[in-house]
């Protein structure tokens, strides 16, 4: 492996502006990495180009190069194919995405790279997300806004989300995978995106100590919020299982055992004031109404307004 390579890191946004400037601040302050350079992408998916003057601002007194792109085309898998495009026709070999409301811990990037270059072939590499709540959120909310267990470090995955990654350009160059747009407002593009290359034997593997920090915005902690999500989730869980080789009238049966079981649990816990229990038991019942959802061919368009 030569010692001259270069990483594209890339962020797609809409309407964000300050999170998008905190955002940049975090990865024009990386630690410097060894053997390796990196740039930065701003892919604009608002034809107003919003994020223009947040990145004609930075870029002058940043030493590392930021490049600029808007993508009219609205929905976020079109932002995501265009960083891949422009990926590609800037000849990079790696391609790392983080999200326009996250900030990168100080050696987030290296960290992500040098446990990439610990393997020998093509793989991906996704890192910890570390949720930043407001003031005063309770404990029950912090809960149910991620319940998810802690990765550990090396531990396989069968697909990931593009809010802490980095992979070879390799694999788009030679397995020519996209995102798909078919539902560019529906959400999980990515998952799906990710899975296609797990299925094509790259494999995906967590990094713990790559931290970036994501701003949890208060019209996300209402229950109603957190339900579309687990519901949208769903959706996705049910395209996945059916790749993998699932029937559909299993998948129906169980989704409607588990909707029975966690909405009594719900209900249970409601009568004895068990908040976090409640949400718990809901959220799942609402992410197997969204597996339902997804046999019969539901969609969700959950980015078509965004939290801000």
Not at 175 to 201: L, Q
Not at 230 to 243: L, N, P, Q, V
């Amino acid at each position: 492996m030569r010692n001259d390579q270069n990483i594209n890191v890339c962020i797609c946004t809409y309407l964000r502006p300050q999170h998008l400037k905190s955002c940049l601040f975090s990865l024009i302050n990386q630690n410097p990495l060894k053997k390796t350079s990196y740039s930065i992408t701003v892919i604009d998916n608002d034809e107003n180009k919003s994020a223009e003057p947040v990145v004609n601002d930075l870029e002058v007194q940043s030493k590392v190069p930021i490049y600029y792109a808007c993508e009219k085309e609205r929905g976020i898998p079109f932002a995501r194919n265009r960083a891949l495009d422009e990926s590609v026709k800037l000849n990079f070999d790696y391609i790392a995405f983080i999200d326009d409301d996250e900030q990168a811990s100080r050696d987030w990037l290296g960290t992500l790279y040098q446990y990439l270059r610990s393997y020998s072939s093509d793989v991906v590499i996704h890192g910890r997300v570390i949720h930043q709540f407001p003031e005063n959120t309770p404990d029950y909310m912090r809960y149910s806004y991620y319940m998810k267990k802690e990765r550990k470090t090396g531990k396989k995955l069968d697909t990931c989300a593009t809010n802490n990654v980095i992979f070879p350009t390799t694999i788009v160059r030679e397995h020519k995978v996209c995102f798909d747009t078919s539902e560019p407002h529906a959400g999980g593009t990515d998952t799906i995106f990710f899975f296609e290359v797990n299925r094509k034997g790259i494999p995906i593997y967590e990094c713990a100590e790559a931290v970036v920090y994501e701003t949890v915005f208060p019209s996300r902690l209402k229950m109603s919020w957190l339900l579309r999500r687990k519901y949208r989730s769903g959706i996705t869980t049910t395209w996945r299982r059916i790749k993998e080789g699932n029937i559909k009238p299993v998948l129906t049966v169980k989704a409607l055992c588990k909707i029975s079981f966690h909405t009594l649990g719900g209900c249970f816990n409601s009568v004895c004031f068990n908040s976090k229990d409640r949400n718990k038991h809901f959220l799942k019942a609402a992410k197997y109404t969204g597996v339902l959802a997804g046999i019969i061919g539901m969609k969700v368009d959950s980015y078509r307004n965004i939290d801000v």
